[in-house]
Nanobody, 117 residues
Framework: QVQLVESGGGLVQAGGSLRLSCGFSGSIFSITRMRWFRQAPGKQRELVAGITTGGTTDYADSVKGRFTISRDNTLNTLYLQMNSLKPEDTGVYYC???????????WGQGTQVTVSS
């Protein structure tokens, strides 16, 4: 099992910044990829950004140049630095970890991000 706990969400004005954190613990060996997803009210969950164990990153087109995903393996923490926030970035942000052993996905409980115009 892998436990994921997000933090850092909140209310911010458009143009502002937030940094989300996701602490991970448990059976974390063989995690090959970690990602951030978000879900806006009435919409499907969507991929925001991902990072592999090797450090390769990828981003949704809507956040490229504004968001940065990173991972600190010494602290077992995943981050999402969000700059130049827009109202359309509002939603619940979820941390996800994928383990190649068993092909399993693990999810955190989510943290709310609200961007006011």
């Amino acid at each position: 099992q892998v436990q994921l706990v997000e933090s850092g969400g909140g209310l911010v004005q458009a143009g502002g910044s937030l940094r989300l954190s996701c602490g991970f613990s448990g059976s974390i060996f063989s995690i090959t990829r970690m990602r951030w997803f978000r879900q806006a009210p009435g919409k499907q969950r969507e991929l925001v950004a991902g990072i592999t164990t090797g450090g390769t990153t990828d981003y949704a087109d809507s956040v490229k140049g504004r968001f940065t995903i990173s991972r600190d393996n010494t602290l077992n923490t995943l981050y999402l630095q969000m700059n130049s926030l827009k109202p359309e970035d509002t939603g619940v942000y979820y941390c996800n970890a994928y383990k190649i052993v068993g092909s399993r996905n693990y999810w955190g409980q989510g943290t709310q991000v609200t961007v006011s115009s």
